[in-house]
């Protein structure tokens, strides 16, 4: 069923993005490791099209059931197999990375790969035990970055496993298996962890953001989430196994609370909760027969309700909303019919450029400025791929500050893209400039020197380069945008690889805002600086 669903439902962006991540695969990616690019690049070798990159996600499902049956410790189960298939077959968010290929999916199966090897490590510390919980650990950190929260809380239900040489044996397995990613991070300057760890823009706390944090870990566990949380609560853990399962769930949900202070929270963040949740319901399920009455029923209602949102994923007529898959082929269609075989440049959209790569088949680069974020295009060759070439441009952004000849509404959201054709290209995303730090004490200085280093294999004449700064408050939110001047010479060629130095300067006109960061870049096509230059924190 997941199959016939994986090749029926139309794609949605983030996998779309990933798709994109397989076509070249590395031991990273901005976003994420490797393991959801690796996944679908199998699908992708035996299969074309959405199955193509869906098809390991009903494998990883299989898995799972398979996996969830041997973590429950009771004779009874086999009494009730029905009520296994019917209640874990309800748990919404399980069954849509049944079919649905994102990083989570495959955080869900090694996590309980991790589970299952240390659950048997607790009663056999043999050499299977061993390295079944060191490739756990390794492949849930391959699947996802927060894969360490569920290592970390079990080790911290347990702390007399840091005292054991055969757990830090599997610890080590773990470790050099996760060596090349490492590898990678080093190599990348550990650019993605610094992203998200210290230059992501955060807000101030808003109530609607924590408010909404309990709809997400409700949506985690589907209807029957009042039985499932209270089961967790009523039953006791008999052994350190359950111990480690109720650290995982109850400090998941914990440090994704305390996120939701700064950022908005996303329902698949503590989907690992799901697995203590199934296990602990369950269970408790065996043994109270009121319990196990209500939990069937509102399983099977469940399953009702799920079976029609299966349906309405392929048909759309007959959703009762609007699904971001819905309607790409059309505007990706409409698109390609402008700009025919051109390689299209969007502004600001890493997903818009992954949807209409893997409909059309066509070039893509997203150019990305300080008003959204970072991602894969930042950090790959994409944008070698478009550098001085016939293009498209498109963007989204309001308002949309150059003349456009091609207009299309995306259907989801009513989203307007607007765009025009620009015979060579000029983008320079990947010059590095490195400021020096040492004047940003207490505010932004007038003046500072930097250091321009040009990657290209080509020269850039840097006289026809226009800078801007900008200045961010406490939150990483941009404040300000303002000219930087500097005095080069016309026709000053930076050469491939070379170094130029540059003395900048801030007009007296421009009125510095009290500013907590700075950041400098390269104004494109009259748009928005950059991410040339690091960000800096202002010294208080």
């Not at 009702?304 to 269609?333: D, H």
Request: net charge positive; proline share 4%; charged share 20%.
């Amino acid at each position: 069923m997941n199959l016939v669903q994986s090749a029926f439902t139309d794609i949605i962006f983030d996998e779309a993005y990933y798709w994109y991540f397989a076509q070249n695969l590395s031991w990273g990616y901005f976003d994420h490791p490797p393991m959801v690019a690796f996944l679908v690049k199998i699908g992708i070798s035996l299969f074309d099209g959405v199955l193509g990159v869906r098809f390991m996600a009903p494998l990883l499902y299989c898995a799972n059931v398979l996996l969830l049956w041997l973590l429950i410790d009771s004779e009874k189960k086999h009494r009730y197999i029905w009520l296994f298939l019917a209640f874990v077959s309800s748990v919404g968010l399980l069954t849509a990375y049944g079919f649905m290929m994102v990083p989570d999916t495959s955080l869900v199966t090694f996590g309980l790969v991790f589970l299952w090897g240390y659950k048997r490590f607790l009663l056999k510390e043999d050499a299977l035990s061993i390295v079944v919980t060191g490739i756990g650990m390794a492949l849930v950190m391959y699947a996802k970055y927060n894969g360490v929260l569920i290592v970390g809380f079990a080790v911290l239900s347990n702390l007399a496993l840091l005292k054991n040489g055969k757990f830090w044996l599997a610890i080590l397995i773990g470790l050099l298996l996760f060596l090349p990613h490492l590898n990678w991070l080093y190599e990348m300057d550990f650019k993605p962890i610094r992203y998200h760890l210290f230059d992501r823009a955060n807000s101030p706390w808003r109530l609607k953001n924590t408010l909404n944090y309990p709809l997400n870990v409700v949506a985690v566990a589907g209807l029957c989430f009042p039985l499932m949380y209270w089961a967790l609560y009523a039953l006791s853990s008999k052994d350190k196994f359950d111990k480690a399962l109720k650290f995982i769930c109850y400090g998941t949900l914990l440090f994704f609370l305390i996120s939701s202070f700064d950022r908005k929270t996303q329902a698949q963040w503590v989907v690992l909760t799901a697995i203590p949740l199934i296990v602990f319901s369950l269970r408790y399920a065996y043994v109270h027969a009121k319990f196990r009455k209500w939990l069937m029923g509102i399983s099977l209602a469940s399953i009702v309700i799920i079976t029609f949102l299966r349906f309405a994923l392929i048909f759309p007529s007959i959703s009762p909303i609007k699904y971001e898959a819905f309607g790409n082929k059309e505007w990706v269609a409409e698109l390609k019919s402008h700009v025919g075989d051109l390689p299209v440049v969007f502004h600001n959209s890493y997903r818009d450029a992954s949807m209409y790569a893997f409909y059309s088949g066509s070039t893509v680069f997203s150019s990305n400025d300080i008003i959204a974020r970072q991602n894969q295009y930042d950090i790959d060759s994409s944008e070698f791929e478009v550098r001085n070439k016939k293009v498209a441009y498109i963007s989204g952004s309001k308002p949309y500050k150059l003349d456009s000849v091609i207009r299309l509404v995306r259907p989801f959201r009513n989203h307007y893209m607007r765009g025009h054709i620009i015979d060579t290209f000029t983008s320079y995303r990947k010059m590095q400039l490195d400021i020096d730090k040492d004047l940003f004490n207490a505010q932004i200085p007038n003046e500072f020197k930097a250091v321009l280093l040009n990657p290209y294999e080509d020269s850039v004449d840097v006289s026809k380069l226009v800078f801007e700064g900008v200045s961010m408050d406490s939150y990483k939110a941009v404040i300000k945008t303002f000219p930087l001047l500097t005095t080069v010479p016309k026709n000053s060629n930076l050469s491939p690889l070379q170094t130029m130095e540059l003395h900048f300067k801030i007009p007296d006109t421009v009125q510095l805002p009290e500013s907590s960061y700075f950041r400098a870049g390269i104004l494109e096509y009259g748009l928005h600086p950059g991410f040339q230059g690091e960000m800096i924190k202002i010294a208080e």
